[in-house]
């Protein structure tokens, strides 16, 4: 069987570098072309094969007849005052997911999505709102990233940080997810480091193992939002399947099979997650383990009715998650004016 045969027309960013190689060196004796493809793909982002200028002309044929460009298209595109910018993309079959540029005075993140909506429900998210359609393929996850690099790369910035919180649930796409991960994170690749990537998951438990046994040093980020069975219940129906005590103790098999802190990701809404008594039960929760309690005031999704609480509440909660001895950070809203929290530019799109 020919390469060509044995390679079905798939777009050219679903190949692990590994998978170039193969490629290549079963259809020429000059290895290094792996190279130039991935370094005209990765560090140039060339959206054909025609712009590899050093390749001869005959494997730039052979490559179009092989693989595609398949690239997201931009539908929408929205800047907010504080810079973020929300992009809104169509893919090929009509799908559209969302990715989020954040660039602050030290670091550029891309907020990119994994799934086309979500199967998970979360009641404050909008992601969840029209159901789960599909997993994005590995070129789909780094079509968003290097168009984010590129208009990155218009502001004279770098993309220094990845955040795979946008729609879907990452570790529910779990090997796209990686082999992206695997090229953003690569010399050759992206060359973001993996300190800079972040995981981000409703705590799917039987995957933890997994995770761990990757041997890279990305994030892990852990939606808890919730401090027992019945208050997490309450917001994500996952903790009915795994609930909040089995969740923390695979947490904890995680720090020390990894030795690495988890993020836990924390909503604040007005009279349902900041009382007293969530911050005396996340204190007994989380006490004694190797974690940052990342909060966050919620984004109003209209669906679910949900406000955040006002400055004065969220200072009286946090008061109380320093008695119980609580290290946390607040995360400022962005891009508030461009809906800019999980899934509302779709959901927006949608209606
Ligand atoms: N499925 C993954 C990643 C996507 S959500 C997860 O659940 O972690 C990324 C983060 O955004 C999660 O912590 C999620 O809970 C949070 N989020 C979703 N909708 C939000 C909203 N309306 N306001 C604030 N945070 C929200």
Redesign the pocket.
Known sequence: MTPSQMARKRDIHDLSFEEISVYIAELSDRPFRAGQIIKWLYEEGVQSFDEMRNLPAELRQRLNGDFLFDPIVVARQVVSVDGTIKFLFDLTDQQKVETVLIPTSGRVTACISTQAG?K?G?K????GVGGWVRNLTCAEILYQVLHVRQEARKHQRRLSHIV???????LDNLDNVLKAIRIINAPQGLGIAARHITL???GLIPVFEELADQGMQFEL???L?GYDDASRNLLMPINKKYPVGELVRACHEYIRKTNRQITF?Y?LIDGVTCTDEAAVKLGRLLKGMLCKLNL??????SEFG?KPPTKDQIRLFTERLDEVGLHYTLRRARGKDVSA????LRLSEKK
């Not at 795979?164 to 990452?170: C, L």
């Open positions: 979500c998970f979360c404050f998210c909008a992601s795979f919180m946008g729609t879907g649930e990452p981000s998951t409703v980020a852990v939606s939002h990701e909503i966050i005031p919620c984004n109003p999704v949900h929290a999980c899934g509302q």
